[in-house]
């Protein structure tokens, strides 16, 4: 029985699309509500049975992994003020030691090259990809709700959700079966297709579980959409061999690699926390009226 231990964030992106505030801070450091994207994401990471986060980083992506380590003059000071709220707040972020490591994508070369540079570290045994930029917000963790349904299939699955068909061209897509309690039997994959060529609109999200195999295939460094190395491709061709399944998650994506998006988490979530709610609504409605 193969169990989920290892999770695979590729964050080597240079965030263009939130210039200049990407200028100097990675875009995965950007705060929704009060929390930066990357601990949202290892916070699921880490409920879903995640023993070990591999970053798969960039230059000046520093920041990201010392997030996760001791910030020792500023628990001092925290100590020192007997702020120890805050204290065991800074010190819940630092997971067990040997649980974060990094590794670098020296070439920005897309989404399976980036995998495919956690090779090493992964081993021979399956592992999950998340991508920070998608928030998945739900009553139970997405990547929970994945390795559950993981333990049951032992099989390669991808988190879906239903797109309009216009907006097929920014996902990868599936070419799949009929839904079976909850998944959906893969039958092909395609990058980033026309609207008019799409199989579906059940388009791929930032949670995958793959097994090592797919190591093999992104072996050959094949370049498809935008002349990247697409992890969908090697999906698609992974399927000669085995099952994958495309899985029906509970909760919420937002796309926080965009402005809109990462405007409506920001808003979501913090219309879930009473103390913000109370005075948000009534300025919202102000605003609401003056537009």
């Not at 980033?192 to 072996?219: M, W």
């Amino acid at each position: 029985m193969m169990k989920v231990r290892k999770a695979v964030f590729p964050v080597a992106g240079l965030g263009t699309r939130f210039l200049p505030a990407t200028k100097v801070v990675a875009k995965e450091l950007l705060s929704v509500v009060d929390k930066p994207l990357i601990q949202y994401a290892a916070e699921e990471a880490f409920a879903a049975g995640i023993e070990e986060i591999i970053f798969v980083t960039g230059r000046g992506k520093s920041l990201l992994v010392d997030h996760f380590d001791h910030a020792f003059e500023l628990e001092h000071t925290l100590r020192a003020r007997n702020k120890d709220a805050l204290l065991a707040m800074a010190k819940a972020m630092v997971p067990e030691f040997g649980s974060v490591v990094a590794t670098r994508q020296q070439e920005p070369l897309g989404l399976g090259h980036a995998v495919w540079c956690a090779r090493q570290i992964v081993g021979d045994e399956p592992f999950a990809v998340m991508l920070p930029d998608d928030l998945c917000h739900g009553a139970k963790p997405v990547l929970q709700q994945m390795t559950e349904r993981f333990a049951e299939l032992q099989s390669s699955m991808v988190a879906v959700m239903e797109v309009p068909r216009e907006d097929t061209s920014k996902y990868g897509v599936l070419d799949a079966g009929p839904e079976q309690s909850g998944v959906w039997p893969v039958k092909g994959m395609v990058e980033k297709p026309d609207p008019a060529d799409a199989p579906s609109n059940l388009a791929v999200i930032g949670r995958y579980i793959l097994t090592p195999q797919v190591f093999d295939l992104l072996e050959n460094q094949k370049r498809g959409a935008g002349g990247e190395i697409q992890l969908t491709d090697a999906m698609a061709a992974l399927l000669d061999t085995e099952n994958i399944y495309g899985f029906r998650f509970d909760g919420v994506r937002y796309d926080c690699g965009d402005k809109v998006g990462f405007q409506q988490a920001n808003l979501a979530l913090a219309l879930e926390r009473p103390e913000l709610r109370e005075k948000l609504i009534p300025y919202m409605r102000q605003l609401l009226e003056a537009y």
